[in-house]
């Protein structure tokens, strides 16, 4: 089992940046792939984007490509989220997950375990 905390959510204007944090911890060996989602309020969770803890490629959803960056600092156990020029369209409810193996999908049923989401606020 894998214990995800995420931080670094907030209320940002248009245009501003964010660095979310996933922080795991747990029975972490072998290879995982981390993933964040977001979630809207009366929306449905929607990936945003992929990283396998041993290397890889990442994978973007196509509204966050060329703002969002995904990333991994092994010795710290975190994944990062580094969000630019955002957008009121991005606030929502950010989520980390993970699952062991290399995971190939986005749908969050492949995602065993979740953190407790940050709140990310975009103003316009």
């Known amino acids: 089992q894998v214990q995800l905390v995420e931080s670094g959510g907030g209320l940002v204007q248009a245009g501003g940046s964010l660095r979310l944090s996933c922080a795991a911890s747990g029975r972490i060996f072998g290879d995982f792939t981390f993933g964040w989602f977001r979630q809207a309020p009366g929306k449905e969770r929607d990936f945003v984007a992929r990283?396998?803890?041993?290397?890889?490629?990442?994978l973007y959803a196509n509204f966050v490509k060329g703002r969002f960056t995904i990333s991994r600092d092994n010795a710290k156990n975190t994944v990062y989220l580094q969000m630019n020029n955002l957008k009121p369209e991005d606030t929502a409810v950010y989520y980390c997950a993970a699952g062991r193996g290399r995971i190939y999908s986005t749908r969050v049923a492949d995602f065993p375990s979740w953190g407790q989401g940050t709140q990310v606020t975009v103003s316009s």
């Open positions: 990283i396998p803890w041993n290397g890889g490629s990442t």
